[in-house]
């Protein structure tokens, strides 16, 4: 059987706490490239700018980082569940990508939050446009993975 076996009665509430976590994270994940688009039309230190930092320091912070965290633990908690994922299917492969990719562009927006903070504008209004769409883009894999489990 493998995995934890006392984690099965636990099932539907770790399941509901990772569904929980996944839409926070998500939330915050549609919105920080969007605050970005704007970001990047505001003059350097500017009073748009200057409270442009702190909607991005504090959903950051405040949302985005602790919803990947908890999305981590119950996605962990979940898998290391028996009888949730079967291994000989190919879905989950597609599915971690898309979770491995979304936490990898998690970790680039903090690195581009930061850069924010400092008056670096690297990209212009357009490039983030096209990032916000990237999430999304992920979530419709990773949705279709785990519910319709393709392959």
Known sequence: MGGFPE???LYPWTKALHLISVIAWMAGMFYLPRLYVYHSDAAPGSPMSETFKVMERRLLRGIINPAMIATWI?????VMTPGVVDWGAGWWHAKMFGFLAMSALHGYLAV???RFAADERRHSAAFWRVVNE??????VLIVIMVIVKPF
């Open 74 to 78: 119950f996605g962990l908690a979940l």
């Open 7 to 9: 984690l099965v009665q």
């Open 134 to 139: 990237v999430p999304t883009l992920l979530l």
């Open 112 to 114: 581009e939050r930061k």
